[in-house]
């Protein structure tokens, strides 16, 4: 009976020491933000939040920057989700139902951008936004995160499709509906988790992207968050728990996000891949 | 790569009828019109780009003046080649993946083993335990490069307070620490995908097998071998193909951390090439670093398959 005891024990120590490695980090995150100065440069630094210092993220929001790139950001993400899910679910649909010449040739291509860092395609990236003036427009961005994140999307709802009978779209055809019908009416509703998970993957994709912004975008009012709370880094003259309280705000609809939809977003990452 | 052709294809085309019937397929257009949009934007934004890319990987061009380039064929590549520090960025690249694909699922797999087990509180933990993954590479890199920071960071503090403390304190500006810090915040980032996947492999051991093994007096790491791996074997190695491709373009919480520095102590290809085409202002090196990158990741893809068909013929346990 010890031995049993001991065993269980053991596992409840290790899960809370993974579960504090998993969370630590944004824990402090959120506790140098609610730190007084002298808590933060005292010997012994306090390990928990002071709520009395709440007003920080008040602040963040209020003076600077931070609002308006948050809202860049939101901007950036809204429109790379929808224009990476609507191109998405049509090419998903014609990859899943129907055979075509060049279906392979395209999956190939769709896997194959998988492993094309953006840091490779960002200079003649840059030449191609210059000439067709993308330069310093939010839509640039959403353009070219759309492209950056619509393989993963259109080969997480073909493997959605696939998962539909056939034989539903086969009632609807013979009452005579044309196939995009089929498609809206029949297939979307019934993928709909699955489009809400690509639908958060693009988003949080644009929504951390920082290459491209970084690079195509001059204006310091069109910047969005990835962009700002980067140049923190190594900078001194912003109050660090201004600093951290700008990254929780960007950080908490990531992760809060990413929790409700994790299922879907595991299994449709892995089965993306899976195809290959 | 090997296509799976999915069966849901239709088997039969239909004559093209009067469009105020449309045939219960549509045209043979038909697929075309669905994926066309989609298409020509990866044509536009990736497939283009890149073609260019390679063009440069072949061109002596200036960042300043892009548009007059000069053929030098196969120049850059030989120069890079001859490089030391190119030597340098290879191997530190080679450290960086494979401590990466080893480590984030040796990790993966040890807390997806201990959360497949019940207790209370499991499904928390779970969820728990996937918000590295979910957080943006920027807010981790900034809040690693706060903790790590040489004076107030709490890992100095707290590996002062165990006595282990790096002199001076500066973990990132040290040529030893750096990367294997960088390596930490990677894997940290890394192993709840692993270990997210990996549980939902597990969910799929023969639970009986499991106790047969055991009654049999198998003691558990060889029911471990004999059963589990046995399952869960595909999927660590499509986690390995997945981490080596992620590694390989691994940009911005290499670049925000330390730069590739100190002394090119973390200076992966991605880094390399961007260092080379921003501050050196080379793109034609720049591309041709890229390309590299490019292709070990084909060798690493095509090898993966190679492996996996052997694998299943049986060829190689």
Redesign the interface.
């Known amino acids: 009976m010890r031995r049993f005891r001991f065993g269980v024990t053991a596992?409840?120590v290790?899960?809370l020491v993974?579960?504090g490695?998993?969370?630590f980090?944004?824990y402090?995150?959120f506790v140098?933000a609610l730190s007084s100065n002298s808590d933060?440069?005292a010997d012994q630094?306090r390990l928990t939040p002071d709520l009395g210092q709440f007003g920080v993220f008040v602040d963040a929001l209020a003076e600077g920057k931070a609002a308006g790139w948050l809202l860049n950001s939101l901007i950036i993400a809204v429109g790379t989700m929808v224009l990476s899910v609507g191109?998405?679910i049509?090419?998903g649909?014609?990859?899943?139902?129907?055979?075509?010449w060049g279906?392979?040739v395209?999956?190939?291509?769709?896997?194959f951008?998988?492993?094309?860092?953006?840091?490779?395609?960002?200079?003649?990236?840059f030449?191609?936004f210059r000439r067709f003036e993308l330069l310093d427009s939010l839509t640039g961005l959403v353009?070219?995160n759309?492209?950056?994140v619509?393989?993963i999307v259109?080969l997480i709802l073909?493997g959605a499709?696939?998962g539909i009978p056939?034989e539903l779209e086969?009632a609807a055809?013979?009452d005579?509906a044309?196939?995009f019908t089929t498609?809206t009416r029949i297939n979307v509703p019934l993928i709909a988790p699955s489009i809400a998970a690509t639908a958060v993957i693009a988003f949080?994709h644009a929504?951390?992207e920082?290459?491209f912004a970084v690079?195509f975008i001059f204006n310091p009012d069109l910047q969005p968050a990835?962009v700002g709370?980067?140049n923190?880094?190594?900078e001194l003259g912003t109050p660090?728990q201004t600093?951290?309280a700008v990254?929780?705000l960007?950080?908490l609809p990531?992760?809060a996000?990413?929790?409700l939809v994790?299922k879907y977003v595991?299994?449709g990452m892995?089965a993306g891949?899976?195809?290959? | 790569?090997?296509?799976?052709?999915?069966t849901?294809?239709?088997k039969t085309t239909s004559p093209g009828r009067p469009r105020r019937?449309?045939s219960?397929?549509?045209s043979?257009w038909?697929?075309?019109?669905?994926?066309a949009?989609?298409?020509l934007?990866?044509l536009?934004?990736?497939?283009?780009?890149?073609v260019?890319?390679v063009y440069?990987s072949f061109t002596r061009t200036r960042?300043l003046n892009?548009t007059r380039s000069e053929w030098v064929g196969l120049d850059n590549f030989k120069r890079i080649f001859g490089d030391p520090e190119f030597h340098s960025t290879l191997l530190i690249t080679v450290v960086y993946v494979i401590t990466c694909v080893v480590v984030a699922i040796g990790a993966g797999l040890a807390?997806a083993l201990?959360?497949n087990?019940k207790?209370r509180g499991r499904g928390v933990?779970r969820?728990?335990?996937?918000?590295?993954?979910?957080?943006?590479?920027?807010?981790?890199?900034?809040?690693?490069?706060?903790?790590l920071n040489a004076q107030?960071g709490?890992v100095n503090?707290f590996l002062d307070a165990v006595g282990l403390g790096v002199p001076g304190g500066a973990i990132l500006d040290s040529s030893r620490y750096a990367l294997p810090a960088v390596l930490a915040t990677t894997i940290?980032q890394l192993f709840?995908?692993t270990s997210?996947?990996l549980l939902?492999a597990l969910q799929s051991v023969p639970q009986d097998l499991n106790e047969a093994a055991t009654v049999d007096g198998a003691g558990r790491w060889a029911t471990f071998r004999a059963v589990t791996w046995q399952v869960i074997k595909p999927?660590v190695g499509?986690l390995a193909?997945?981490m080596t491709?992620w590694s390989?373009?691994r940009?911005?919480l290499i670049w925000?951390m330390t730069k590739g520095g100190p002394v090119g102590a973390t200076e992966t290809l991605?880094i390399d090439?961007?260092s080379q085409?921003?501050d050196s202002k080379e793109?034609g090196s720049?591309?041709a670093i890229?390309m590299v990158?490019?292709v070990i990741?084909?060798i690493v893809?095509i090898g993966s398959?190679l492996v996996a068909r052997a694998v299943e013929k049986g060829d190689v346990r």
């Open positions: 596992r409840i290790a899960v993974v579960l490695v998993a969370v980090p944004l402090w995150m140098t933060l440069f630094p191109l998405g049509p090419l649909y014609a990859l899943s139902r129907f055979s075509f279906k392979a395209l999956t190939v291509v769709l896997l951008t998988q492993m094309l860092p953006e840091a490779l395609m960002v200079v003649p990236l030449a191609l353009l070219v759309s492209a950056f619509l393989p259109a073909k499709i696939d056939k086969e055809r013979a005579g044309r196939p498609l949080f929504w951390n920082y290459v690079t990835s709370i980067a923190f880094i190594g660090i600093v951290m990254a929780f960007f950080t990531a992760v996000f990413y929790l994790q595991v299994s892995t891949a899976v195809k290959g | 790569m090997t296509v799976v052709e999915q849901g294809a239709p019937r449309p219960p397929l549509g043979k038909t697929p075309y019109l669905f994926l949009p989609a298409a934007f990866i536009v934004f990736q497939a283009v780009p890149l260019q890319e440069l960042l892009p807390v201990l959360l087990k207790f933990a969820a728990l335990v996937t918000v590295p993954w979910a957080a943006p590479g920027i807010a981790v890199a900034l809040i690693a490069t706060w903790m107030y709490i503090r940290w709840p995908f997210v996947v939902s999927t499509l193909l997945l491709i390989l373009r940009f911005e925000l991605v090439l961007y085409a921003f793109l720049a591309a890229g990158g490019v990741s084909l893809i398959r």
